[in-house]
């Protein structure tokens, strides 16, 4: 039973430069219990790209909450969104994260179903002595209440009580364009999924893809070896934008070097500026891409992007590009799918460089994602004590930021809700603030006030 009150848990005071979390969010089972219900299983959630089911009978498996999902193109190339539970008994129907199938067969009893969801046979069903109210039931996969595309991303949700997906996405969309823009044919993933586990609480995966603070301290190794790359008279085996840019250096000038923009329903962008460099893959598209969509988009699409679409979908574009989505399972424990996430069309040397440079900072054998990792354990651990229950990591670039967007925004016609301007070394934790803020809308009823 929760015992909290929701300010208890989220200390909202802007007015008094104020906003502090409680260690309590990330380690009570109980409040765990409550966001899968009101927050997986209440709203939209990120399942996947449409390109992972590309061909007619195509097939990949999610999750909402607690929930099974999978997703499916037909024979007539429609894609649908199902619960993955046979109405039978209740198993999961697709046992495995991808493939391509016209009928899948429940593994417990038989019962067969077509890439629409359709049920297509009951196992001995004359035999079975049904009565006759059983033959007026639907036996299909049950459809999700809402599923929706945006530009090949794919959401869904268990609950019918949501708003339009273009809606809830607002102006964040706009960021969504940003990457599907980058080619003409749109964007895929390319080959090699990872998946893997933390014993830490969801939201420290949420907060880290947006934390610029934490570079220089959880990934020295990873700077050490830019450092000696840079130093060194042989030719790099792989090429790093971080080698091109002084974002992450301690000692960088005071100039704008990037910065946050906060939009409403918790969604949040971290970036900074990259410029048009031949260290990063999509340099041969540099020209083309201008002549499309204009200066302005092209050269967002080349600044360092952290985007995150609450409550699940991370796209970083930094050293590499990466799609991750996070699936909570406990209080204490998380698992996360990545991909290298890239454009249709690029040729094969900007796809080496970019698969190269993804092995070299992304997933758990990368220089970045274990350091990442073992600080979540790290602070799991750390919140166990209640001595003093509110944490501080929300506080820095509170009086830097502005209602509304800036003149980096308003070049590619986006209106975020809120905005920072950075140097090297603000290190923005306000956006974090769009996160509790839409959790705590989601929590409201469920909490007292």
């Keep these: 039973m929760v015992r909290y009150e929701l300010g208890e848990l989220i200390d909202d005071r802007p007015a008094d430069g104020i906003f502090r979390v409680s260690r309590a969010i990330f380690d009570d089972p109980a409040i765990f219990d409550l966001e899968m219900e009101r927050i997986f299983e209440g709203g939209w959630v990120f399942l996947g790209i449409a390109d992972q089911a590309r061909a007619p009978h195509d097939f990949f498996t999610s999750w909402i909450g607690r929930v099974p999902i999978l997703v499916s193109r037909d024979g007539e190339g429609m894609l649908g969104g199902f619960v993955n539970s046979c109405p039978h008994k209740g198993s999961r129907v697709a046992q495995t994260m991808s493939g391509n199938a016209r009928v899948h067969v429940c593994p417990y009893h038989s019962w067969s179903f077509d890439s629409a969801g359709r049920n297509k046979a009951i196992k001995l069903k004359k035999a079975g002595c049904y009565a006759e109210a059983f033959d007026g039931q639907s036996h299909d996969l049950a459809r999700l209440p809402a599923f929706e595309e945006y530009r090949g991303f794919l959401f869904g949700s268990v609950s019918a009580d949501v708003p339009p997906l273009a809606e809830y996405l607002g102006e964040a969309a706009k960021l969504l364009d940003l990457v599907a823009d980058q080619s003409e044919e749109g964007v895929e993933l390319v080959p090699g999924g990872v998946t893997f586990t933390y014993d830490g609480n969801w939201k420290l995966q949420l907060e880290n893809c947006s934390d610029a603070y934490h570079f220089t301290s959880a990934h020295p190794s990873y700077i050490r070896l830019l450092d000696q790359r840079q130093k060194s008279n042989s030719q790099s085996a792989v090429k790093s934008v971080w080698e091109k840019t002084d974002y992450w250096k301690e000692d960088a000038e005071g100039d704008v070097q990037g ?161 920072v301007l950075a140097d090297a070394q603000l290190g923005d934790e306000t956006l974090f603030h769009s996160y509790y803020r839409a959790w705590a809308q989601r929590m409201v009823g469920a909490l007292g006030a």
């Design 259 to 419: 910065g946050s923009f906060s939009f409403d329903h918790g969604h949040v962008l971290n970036w900074g500026r990259f410029g048009i460099t031949d260290a990063l893959p999509l340099y041969e598209s540099a020209e083309r891409l201008a002549e499309r969509h204009g200066e302005a988009k092209r050269d967002w699409m080349f600044n360092m992007r952290n985007l995150t679409i609450f409550p699940n979908l991370q796209i970083a574009e930094n050293a590499s590009s990466q799609l991750r989505v996070i699936r909570p399972i406990s209080a204490d424990r998380t698992e996360m799918r990545t991909w290298c996430i890239a454009p249709k069309g690029e040729s094969g040397d900007a796809r080496r460089l970019r698969i190269r440079q993804y092995e070299d900072f992304f997933n758990p054998s990368g220089m970045a994602t274990p350091d990442d990792t073992v600080s979540y354990e790290n602070c799991q651990r750390g919140f166990a004590s209640r001595v003093e229950p509110w944490l501080q990591g929300y506080s820095r670039g509170m009086s830097a930021s502005r209602t509304g967007g800036n003149a980096f925004s308003s070049v590619i016609g986006l209106a975020p809700a809120r905005s």
